[in-house]
Antibody
């Protein structure tokens, strides 16, 4: 059974760097895209970006200048860094998995991490 | 970017009702569309992908259809556990985008 377990700091001050990690348990790390999504309070879902096993990354243009997604294949983990956070970055952040190839979908999700940016 | 709109944004229904949610894309996306269900405080759950393929373990009362720019998610007989918010998502091009959601309430 595939599980995505995520963790990271939940309270940040403006201008700090958000850092989250997602561990993949019970499934392979290759042949998938590894994804970060966020959801501001009371709002919809926003795709942040993804990374493939071959380290190719894709980022949302609205966040691209501040986002880095990376993998640690030795630990079956991937991470998100978002620099210079503001209150607008307050959200629940989710990690997810998408199989490569046709029929794209986000089939497994982490439990979510609430991140609050406040001075 | 491909924009997705959903209608209605809010739907009031009763147990046993047939419910249909529509998702429209700003340009053609073939069948590269998925539907998710989200309950308060929980991560979204995949229901349908490739417009009409039911994810393993999802009840057969859920079905998806459509191609190009117009898609629908149908719940044939609404059950108490189906009261939630539903999102469509396009996976045809980057950036991936989601619809604004449809809340199904009693």
């Amino acid at each position: 059974q595939v599980q995505l377990q995520q963790w990271g700091a939940g309270l940040l001050k403006p201008s700090e760097t958000l850092s989250l990690t997602c561990a993949v348990k019970g499934g392979p790390f290759s042949d998938y895209y590894w994804i970060w999504i966020r959801q501001p309070p009371g709002k919809g879902l926003e795709w942040i970006g993804d990374i493939s096993y071959g380290e190719t990354t894709n980022y949302n243009p609205t966040l691209k200048s501040r986002v880095t997604i990376s993998t640690d294949t030795s630990k079956n983990q991937f991470s998100l860094k978002l620099t210079s956070v503001t209150a607008a970055d307050t959200a629940v952040y989710y990690c997810a998995r998408a199989p490569k190839g046709l029929a794209g979908r986000f089939d497994y999700w982490g439990q979510g991490t609430q991140v609050t940016v406040s001075s | 970017d491909i924009q997705l709109t959903q209608s209605p944004s809010f739907l009031s229904a009763s147990v046993g009702d047939r419910v249909t949610i529509t998702c429209r894309a700003s340009q053609g996306i073939s069948i590269d569309l998925a539907w998710y269900q989200q309950k308060p405080g929980k991560a979204p759950k995949l229901l349908v992908y490739a417009a009409s393929t039911l994810q393993s373990g999802v009840p057969s009362r859920f079905s998806g259809s459509g191609a190009g720019t117009e898609f629908t998610l149908t719940i044939s007989s609404l059950q108490p556990e189906d009261f939630a918010t539903y999102y469509c998502q396009q996976l045809n091009s980057y950036p991936r985008t989601f619809g604004p959601g449809t809340k199904v309430d009693i």
